[in-house]
């Protein structure tokens, strides 16, 4: 771009490189030395450019000007029609004027200054704008140079040009320099003629106010973005579709589009028939689409087809060829495809020109070798962008044109003809989807290389609708297959397959004017678009009765003589007209209508009249026929049932209701999803109706509402006789959607019968059927948006039902009226040998208890099921001295011997799936594509299924066959217990032995060699027992027997002893007693309060119950008992036995967290801060090239501004920490401490946003929040202050405050991919889960598999204009005339230091931490091995030395050189502080120029050479984090389950399992399954029992959820999607 320093120092910047190439290749014929002769300038008069008027009058001694119907400049045989051309060269044919400056250096500004005029005044930047060419003109008369030149006259009419500047200019508001300079201009004699002489001018506000609507002023419709560059009157668009098919919608937005401009522009239209492929060119389809374009009411001003350039694009190919920038290639298709893939050139890339002109000419001459060539442009076959490859340009095609039959055997590409085409069409913009992005430099390479005008591109988002395709491809297939009825089907997206259903021009082209020309891609549901058709043809629509036919029943109508009356067609709108309703003594309801009339009730029948049901006569249960009594002159209708009816009279004519389901069953088809398996479901339903007369006058084409029924089309009009059979035709009516989510009708039935009023006792499973049918009808009377009386009435009649089934039988009918399983009888005691039949008691027994929590039965009923449960499992228990297994199924036993290869033998399983696990491994190692990773995910799911089916339990991790404990004695055949005791006794030896190796500092060998048999006897020990060997080799003590408690000791006497043992507790710690006093009181105490336990069965009174917390605080009261000599470096819980006390020890261990003595907050060490400072740039590296900035805001807010939005804060109230006094005075009104901000900044951005130039307001700032929880805080997970970032956002626009959602959202997903190894669910919150106060809130969802839990990791808000409808932060609508205001569109985002806690538990083992290397404080440490006197200098120098080179290469290194530890305690340090990788160096490694490398992850080691280490632990440090990311995935993947079952959605929250079900969306639905999974009754002491919440809705759905019904119990609505549940943090 063009640099100019101004007065005030400001470097600014306009201007773009590309304007020169193009100016300079465009206008290469011109020199420098050009004969003075006489010009004649054209200047278009219904476009009228001052520009021009003002050159032209300044050079009238040569150039003679007039007005006219184009704007031109002949010179010799060519037309210069650009103002930039035309003014350049009349300015260098002229240089005499001086108007294109003195010297090269000016000639550059004025290029610069000429674009800037005719293109920076129309736009946003206006103001930006003028304040430069202010600073410009401090030291300056003219714009360049000394003298008046083409600059001044190209600045001075864009200024003049925006009616801004008028305004500006006379409040004095552009600058003294600018202003001074504008008058000066305008008093220059051929300035003040050319004003004079204008045209009245057009605005750019004039095109601004014709995009409003006359209502209010205000604009309807979606954001059409201004055309860069666009003047009024010079606007020229194109329409070029391929006439391969039928239109569709989304062509049908491209024509709207280039219409809406073609019109705010006062400009042109092209359309334009894109047939440069002959195969695909049908003059039957240019017909159709012509008449849809004329049914959309698009008026075009030019008609062309691309094949009239064909001549002209034969010479611009051949240009190519000779300038040696395109070459014929004979290269194999499959092949030229791969080497455009691997970057690698074609062998005919370097042909002569001679050789590619011969194969050129055997091209155009359609040889058997030209047909194997094709011509491509040599662009750059290294290009990131594949389409900038050498694409082809020319095929040869021995096929017939449609108009110019077999003149051409070469055809070009749509991606070469079409810049040409729109350059010599004279397109000035041209409209393309976001799609084609890549292609544009490829369009202006061939514009520039051809030297041809430049048109500027405007790229707009396509158009994505779910449940269909939009392909020309994938529609003409259908066609083909003879899966719909043609291009028109309804089922269609086509134009004609749209209008067909129903749909009107007028909504289809307001749908696309509310889409505007965004740019975000976005997937549309199809309700949009109908809703808005509902709107138009409500008002409208006329309406009719249709009954379904196969439901009749007959009504008398007591009193009554036939007769005719005429009645309005729609109720409010007389101009619709009239319709004869014929009355009579013999009438018809539906079925359904019929089933619900109670004798004496009082019904509506619509169009007649009130009337009271007389009677009802039935027969084998089903109504036969109803009598009733009018009452016509009770005209109260408020209460009464509304019913349609029909007279029973020969006029009565036969009708169709044809429903149409969506074609495709899934909503969003995936990338490489085939859309065919998708198809073949039912997507067609018709109900025969007999009809109003009325509808024998419809016309094809008539859209009317039956009523009741919805809205229709008539698709065929009804025939008396047909001409073809002689039979009547009925009336074909299509049904409209109205936008509302409805289920498919289901073809109509007989009456269902009515309950019996007497039932026996044996006669429940009948009550049972007719609740299910009853329960149904709700549903679809529901479904149908039925009157609220009549759904009332259905309502009533299933809970009779359900009372009587209730009373029958005593329990409440099951959920869907199924019988559920009767509870087991109380069993017998087995004998000793019958566990199995035990555990089959206990599973069906479980199976009773779930079936009766499902069916929410009473408590008592729960409870004795309970207690029946947990007796068989005691029962069990004292059989075998184990408790039984989850879900009452034995654990799978190791086989006997191997069997040979066959279906059942699991050892051969386990092996497949241990080798397909590390496929699955490899192929995500090597970032294979997803087509590959996800068959072999779902061939080592199958095997793992087939596995559990087989052997009763899931296969152990890694497809090991996991060993079972041993029965006591724990010894195995040919063994006995004392051959355990001396291994034990060996393993203790040989571990003194050891442990003094290693204090006298032995040699490594020799350590070695006594820790390797150390090994082998633990080995042995655990082959024998089946057990690890315990610690030091000591056999561990069994657990003492239970003492009964003596029970010559009253509860009454023992609650004394425990208060008198309490006292003494209190008393010894309220005088500071020694710690072992105190502890041995408190195990009396204990004692006591067991005894007394096991004596009554409670706790003692006054004891709460005993909580997870109480249990910590015992387990800290009683600190487990540790051997001489050993130190509690290592962790002492393991993390899937006692995850709570393992988080704790290894963040404290690790050095993460120091405890702090405020509840609920922690001192971050180093360790741990490294990580937040990690994840900090890198997120901040991101929201900055996003345009965000940092900022801060006070902590401390107002109660005044925390009121101001209530419905926000409400749902942080409770954790509002105040600040009430000063020191020792009250403050005067309490101050918050922030729980989060948007009360604290938006008050000011209310006074910042004035003009929507001030916006977007894009701000982050990093700081701390309080939220003074009341739950139990967790480091990291959940405390009371905590570290986060927290981005707020305005814009102008809703479309840019939607994306930055999910752009945010993208980097929040890339923390936790690219940082911390962690894979997650990115997702949208339900109604009840979102950020109180937004619009909606997106989420990446982690999970952590030792809880089972899920985990939110940070989330994304769209605020709406809620907060700047209430902080008052608004702009002046840039696009009113009356100064409206507009209220910005907000969001906000945060990710917080819960992030370290989700990486702790993710990846952390038995051992401690495992940290990911790229937030690892050190990514290697350096551990010297084998010390001693004489090698320990040159050890530590070595090991210093490489620390220094590692750390100049990049990796985080730290040699642990301290004396005052061993080698193993170092070893167990860093392993506890979870570094990824640690160097062993010894004196052998030393000598071999080597280091041993062990990773943390898997604790493999390997051993490398000194030579290019950094490289190699650069690279494996790589490929440890994407194993951690693999593993975390794939463990989180087998741990996501999908269910349409609520019980099936149960069982698998008790395996620990996060659940995408199908979900309604309703807030009850969603407290109701929380609140029916949870655990009433506690069963398991170690499973949680909390209930599922939703975490999101993920974008990435498993599946159509719309046809499914909500998860939810007793919920009879449809899914809307799929939604992740689970048990959460």
């Given amino acids: 771009g063009f640099k100019r320093q101004t007065s005030s120092g400001i470097n600014a910047e306009y201007g773009q490189t590309k304007f020169f190439k193009s100016w300079h290749s465009t206008h290469r014929f011109l020199t420098t030395e050009i004969a003075t002769m006489k010009y004649t300038l054209s200047i278009d008069k219904s476009k009228p450019s001052l520009y021009l008027r003002t050159v032209a009058e300044n050079l009238k001694d040569t150039v003679t000007f007039k007005w006219d119907t184009v704007t031109a400049l002949k010179v010799n045989n060519l037309s210069l029609h650009s103002p930039e051309a035309i003014s350049r060269h009349l300015a260098r044919a002229n240089p005499e004027a001086g108007l294109y400056g003195s010297n090269l250096l000016q000639q550059a500004e004025v290029d610069h200054w000429i674009w800037f005029g005719l293109n920076k005044f129309g736009h946003g930047d206006f103001n930006t704008s003028i304040r430069y060419c202010d600073e410009v003109l401090a030291e300056n008369s003219f714009m360049v140079g000394s003298t008046l030149s083409l600059a001044d006259l190209s600045v001075y009419s864009g200024l003049m040009s925006n009616h801004s500047f008028s305004v500006v200019l006379s ?67 194109r329409f070029p579709p391929e006439a391969s098919g039928y239109l569709h919608i989304g062509h049908a937005k491209a024509a709207l589009l280039n219409q809406y401009y073609q019109q705010s522009f006062k400009g042109k239209l092209v359309m334009r028939f894109d047939d440069t492929n002959p195969a695909k060119e049908n003059t039957e389809f240019e017909k159709i689409i012509l008449e849809d374009v004329k049914l959309l009411n698009i008026d075009y001003d030019i008609f062309s087809f691309t094949s009239n350039h064909f001549p002209a694009m034969l010479t611009y190919a051949e240009e190519l060829i000779k300038k040696g920038l395109a070459y014929v290639d004979d290269t194999d298709p499959a092949v030229m495809k791969e080497e455009r893939e691997k970057r690698l050139e074609s062998a005919n890339r370097s042909n002569s020109l001679a050789q590619n002109m011969e194969k050129w000419n055997a091209m155009k001459a359609g040889t058997d070798y030209g047909k194997k060539c094709c011509l491509r442009a040599k662009i750059d076959m290294q290009s990131d962008n594949g389409c900038m490859r050498d694409p082809a340009i020319y095929r040869c095609k021995d096929e017939p044109h449609p108009r110019h039959g077999d003149k051409y055997k070469v055809y070009p590409t749509y991606d070469f003809a079409c810049p040409i085409v729109d350059s010599v069409e004279g397109v000035t913009h041209a409209l393309r989807t976001t799609e084609y992005n890549d292609r544009d430099p490829q369009y202006y390479w061939f514009i520039d290389q051809l030297g041809l005008r430049r048109p500027f591109i405007y790229a707009y988002s396509r158009l994505n609708l779910t449940h269909t395709v939009l392909s020309k491809r994938k529609l003409a297939w259908f066609v083909e297959e003879g899966l719909v009825t043609g291009w028109d089907d309804p089922r269609f997206p086509t134009v004609r397959g749209i209008l067909r259903r129903g749909l009107t021009v007028e909504a289809l082209k307001q749908f696309i004017i509310l889409q505007g020309s965004a740019r975000s891609v976005v997937q549309m549901g199809w309700d949009k678009i109908w809703t808005i058709n509902k709107k138009i043809i409500d008002p409208i629509a006329p309406r009719y009765t249709g009954l379904a036919k196969a439901t009749l029943v007959p009504v008398k109508v007591l009193g009554v003589e036939s007769s005719v009356k005429r009645c309005a067609k729609h109720p409010k709108n007389t101009e619709v007209g009239e319709k004869d309703v014929y009355y009579g003594g013999s009438v018809y309801l539906e079925g359904e209508d019929a089933e619900n009339l109670k004798p004496g009730e009082k019904i509506t029948m619509i169009n007649w009249g009130n009337m009271l049901v007389d009677h009802i006569t039935r027969s084998d249960n089903k109504i036969t026929e109803v009598s009733l009594k009018p009452v016509l002159d009770d005209t109260d209708f408020k209460k009464t049932v509304k019913l349609t009816w029909l007279a029973d009279v020969p006029q009565n004519i036969p009708a169709v209701a044809v429903h149409y389901d969506n074609i495709i069953s899934k909503a969003v088809l995936g990338k490489d999803e085939d859309f065919k398996s998708y198809i073949g479901h039912q997507t067609v339903f018709e109900t025969e109706l007999i009809g109003d007369p009325s509808l024998g006058a419809l016309k094809k084409g008539d859209i009317i509402q039956l009523q009741r029924r919805g809205y229709y089309i008539c698709d065929s009009p009804y025939q008396a006789a047909s001409e073809f059979t002689g039979l009547p035709m009925p009336c074909m009516l299509i049904n409209i959607p109205d936008g509302r989510l409805q289920a498919p009708p289901t073809p109509a039935a007989a009456p269902s019968p009515a309950p019996s009023t007497q039932v026996s006792s044996g006669n429940a499973d009948a009550i049972l059927s007719q609740i299910t049918d009853q329960g149904n009808a709700v549903r679809n009377l529901k479904s149908q948006k039925a009157n609220k009386d009549e759904i009332k009435a259905a309502v009533d009649k299933l809970l009779a039902l359900k009372k009587q089934y209730k009373d029958l039988t005593g329990a409440d009918p099951p959920a869907g009226g ?24 206990i599973a069906e027994q479980g199976n009773t208890v779930r079936n009766l929590k499902s069916q929410k039965a009473d408590k008592d009923k729960i409870k004795a099921a309970v207690a029946e449960l947990l007796a068989l499992k005691a029962q069990y228990k004292d059989l075998t001295g184990v408790d039984p297994p989850a879900g009452g199924k034995p654990a799978a036993k190791p086989p006997l011997a191997a069997a040979p290869a066959a279906s059942g033998n699991a050892d051969k399983i386990l092996e497949q799936i241990a080798e397909q696990g590390n496929v699955v491994r490899n192929l995500k190692a090597e970032k294979a594509g997803k087509d590959k990773i996800k068959p072999a995910v779902d061939q080592l799911l199958a095997l793992k299924k087939q596995y559990k089916d087989l052997t009763g339990v899931a296969p152990p991790a890694g497809g090991k066959p996991a060993t079972q404990p041993a029965a006591s004695p724990p010894v195995a055949a040919g063994g006995s217990s004392s051959d355990g005791d001396k291994i034990l006794e060996a393993i203790h030896e040989q571990g003194n032995v050891v442990r003094q190796l290693k204090s006298k500092k032995a040699p490594k060998d020799e350590v070695t060699a006594a820790v390797q048999l150390l090994l082998k006897h633990k080995a042995d020990y655990k082959a024998l027992t089946g057990k690890d060997a315990p610690p030091g080799g000591k056999a561990p003590s069994s657990d003492p027997p239970k003492t009964m408690p003596d029970t010559s000791v009253t509860p009454q006497q023992l609650e004394t002893q425990i208060k008198e043992q309490g006292d003494k507790v209190r008393a010894a710690k309220g005088r500071g007693a020694q710690k072992d006093e105190i502890q ?81 907050c922690y001192i971050l060490r180093p360790w741990s801060f490294f990580i937040w400072e990690v994840i900090q740039k890198w997120f901040d590296t991101g929201i900055k090239a996003m345009g965000v900035q940092n900022c801060y805001f006070p902590m401390f807010v107002s109660n005044a501004a925390l009121e101001k939005e209530k419905t926000h804060i409400a749902d942080f109230a409770p954790e509002v920490a105040w600040v009430t006094k000063s020191g020792d005075s009250e403050l005067a009104e309490p101050i918050a401490i922030r729980p989060t901000s948007e009360t604290v900044m938006y008050p000011s951005y209310s006074t910042w946003v004035q003009s929507h130039r001030d916006l977007p307001i894009k701000l982050n700032q990093w700081c701390n929040v309080v939220r003074w929880e009341f739950k139990h805080p967790q480091p990291f997970l959940r405390t009371r202050e905590f570290l986060w970032q927290e981005g707020h956002t305005a814009f102008a626009t809703q479309e840019e405050a939607h994306q930055e959602v999910y752009d945010i959202l993208d980097l929040y997903h890339g923390v936790y991919k690219e940082l911390l190894a962690i894979p997650t669910v990115k997702g949208r919150k339900t109604e009840k889960e979102k950020f109180a106060g937004g619009d909606f809130t997106t989420t990446v969802e982690g999970y952590v598999s030792a809880t089972g839990r899920g985990i939110q990791g940070a989330t994304s808000h769209h605020l709406g204009q809620n907060f700047s409808k209430m902080f008052n932060i608004q702009f002046e609508d840039p696009n009113s005339t009356t100064g409206e205001k507009l209220f910005a569109h907000q969001n906000s985002w945060g990710l917080s230091t819960r992030s370290i806690g989700c990486v702790v538990m993710v990846h952390g083992d038995d051992k401690g931490l495992v940290l990911p290397p790229r937030v690892a404080m050190y990514q290697a440490v350096i551990v010297p091995c084998g010390v001693s006197d004489s090698n320990k200098e040159q050890l530590n120098t070595h090991c210093s030395e490489m620390e220094k080179t590692l750390r100049k290469a990049g990796i985080r290194t730290h040699a642990d050189l301290r004396v005052n530890y061993n080698t193993g305690w170092k070893f167990n340090h860093w392993e506890l502080k979870g570094v990824p990788i640690r160097i062993e160096i010894g004196p052998r490694d030393l000598k071999n120029n080597q280091v041993v490398v062990v990773r943390r992850d898997t604790g493999v080691k390997t051993t490398l050479q000194n030579e290019n280490l950094d490289e190699q632990l650069a690279k494996l440090l790589d490929t440890i984090h994407d194993d951690m990311y693999n593993r975390a995935l794939v463990e989180r993947d087998a741990n996501m389950a999908v269910t349409t079952n609520w019980e099936e959605f149960c069982q698998l929250l008790d395996e620990k399992k996060i659940i995408q079900a199908p979900y309604c969306g309703a807030i009850p639905c969603e407290e109701l399954i929380k609140k029916d999974s949870a655990r009433t009754e506690v069963v398991d002491d170690k499973a949680p029992a909390m209930g599922a919440k939703s975490l999101c809705i993920p974008f990435e759905q498993p599946g159509d959820a719309t046809s499914q019904t909500c998860i939810a119990p007793k919920c009879c609505k449809a899914a809307k999607a799929y939604t992740l549940f689970g048990r959460s943090y």
């Avoid at 095109?207 to 059409?224: D, I, L, S, T, V």
């Avoid at 017998?828 to 089959?840: Q, T």
């Avoid at 204990?1086 to 605080?1113: E, H, I, V």
């Fill in 171 to 237: 409040k004095g508001l552009c600058g003294k320099n600018l202003t001074r300079w504008c008058e000066h201009i305008s008093k220059i004699p051929a300035i003040e003629v050319s004003v004079a002489d204008m045209p009245k001018s057009t605005r750019g506000s004039d095109r601004k106010a014709e995009g409003k609507k006359a209502k209010g002023g205000k604009e309807e419709g979606g954001k059409f973005a201004e055309l860069p560059g666009a003047t009024m009157g010079n606007v020229v668009v």
């Fill in 818 to 841: 199924k019988p559920a399983a009767k509870p087991a009888a109380q069993p017998a005691k087995p004998a000793s040998g019958n566990a199995d039949k035990i555990l089959e008691q």
């Fill in 1080 to 1160: 041995g009181l408190v195990n009396d105490l204990l004692k006591l309060k067991a005894d007394y336990k096991n004596l009554t069965g409670n706790d003692p009174p006054g004891a709460p119950q005993q909580s997870s917390k109480q249990k910590k605080k015992d387990k800290k009261a009683a600190p487990p008992k540790v051997e001489a000599g050993v130190t509690r470096l290592g962790l002492e819980a393991k993390k899937f036995e006692d995850l709570p006390n393992w988080y704790s020890q290894v963040i404290t261990k690790s050095e993460m967290i120091e405890y702090y003595d405020v509840s609920g």
